[in-house]
């Protein structure tokens, strides 16, 4: 994957379109887990937002995926977000979202990102000014098809046991992360995903 160290995005709502499900108010269960603990559900997510945009894995290029979970009792929060290159112009970056909880159901929303310098606010606004941060699908296949491992191991090297829980797993060019939180206290653990992308590195 390509490595970059000068630019960040910034997700600013300078566009807000609210895409909602028809199944928004279907009474359900709250989401129990992160988006991608059960084999191939994180693809699947992420294939439902390319749709969203109108495109498909073998055409777009990402700039980050992230998968959220936050652990609330009767109200969890789950959400996964992509960001890419617009399919209609090469010099724009959206982000396309999902999100579920208790009162705000199956929601999906697109939102157009600022890409900016990490030392200046200077805006990058320009394919050929952010193109070395982005990544393609077959770039990051090999930890999509792992995450459900990740998730066993990260969980376990954590330490704490039932009361952990996944609550991030993010993928960038920069670096590919997940994320153990304790339900009961403010406490979480980060871990790095080995470069051949079959297990978490202890830390």
């Known amino acids: 994957m390509k490595k970059l160290l000068s630019a960040s995005i910034l997700a600013a709502s300078m566009l807000s379109l609210s895409i909602t499900s028809c199944d928004n108010l ?6 129990d887990d992160i988006v991608g603990d059960t084999p191939g559900e994180l693809k699947a997510k992420i294939n439902e937002l390319l749709e969203q945009a109108g495109t498909d894995s073998t055409k777009v ?5 992230a998968s959220n979970f936050q652990y609330k009792p009767g109200d969890n929060n789950a959400n ?3 960001q890419i290159v617009s399919p209609e112009d090469k010099n724009k970056m959206l982000q396309y979202s999902w999100s579920d909880m208790k009162d705000r159901r199956n929601t999906y929303e697109q939102f157009e990102l600022t890409v900016s310098t990490f030392l200046e606010d200077d805006v990058v606004d320009s394919y050929d000014g952010y193109k070395d941060m982005l990544f393609t699908y077959n770039d990051i296949k090999p930890y999509l098809d792992n995450l459900s491992t990740y998730c066993k191991e990260a969980l376990e090297a954590s330490g704490y046991k039932d009361k952990g829980y996944i609550d991030s797993f993010l993928i960038s060019s920069q670096q590919i992360i997940i994320g ?3 339900k009961d ?4 653990k980060t871990y790095q995903i080995s470069k051949d992308g079959k297990h978490i590195e202890a830390n």
Do not use: G, T, W
Not at 26 to 31: D, G, I, M, Q, T
Not at 185 to 188: D, M, P, T
């Open 26 to 31: 279907k009474p359900a269960p709250v989401p």
């Open 61 to 65: 290029e990402f700039a980050e995926i």
């Open 185 to 188: 206290a403010n406490i979480s």
């Open 180 to 182: 153990v939180h304790h």
């Open 80 to 82: 996964v977000h992509v």
